[in-house]
Structures are given as C-alpha cells and as structure tokens.
C-alpha cells in the first residue's frame, strides 16, 4: 500500500493495488452503506463496479 500527496495543501490518498484486493480473483464484493457492490476486472483488464 502507497500513499501520494499530489501537492502541499491537498489531503494525502491511500493507494491499494488491484492484485492485493482481488488475490487472484476475478471479483470482489464491497459493503458500503448497507449496499453490497460487485467489483470485477474483465476480460480486457478493466474494472467495473455494480450495484
């Protein structure tokens, strides 16, 4: 895990790598808010979030 500030006065953002959320997966579930939501990379390697 990373972290980056891009300038001074902004806030600093956690940086977490796709490969340690997925650990090998093709699709991770998120709890947000009492909402569940289905992260998944696809065939050409990009990511998608669904509700």
Do not use: C, D, W
């Not at 600093?12 to 990379?41: D, Q």
């Amino acid at each position: 895990m990373r972290e980056y500030t891009a300038r001074p006065q902004e806030r600093t953002v956690r940086v977490v790598t796709s490969e340690s959320l997925f650990r090998g997966t093709h699709e991770i579930g998120i709890e947000h808010s009492g909402s569940m939501y289905r992260l998944k990379i696809t065939r050409q390697g990009k990511l998608i979030l669904n509700k």
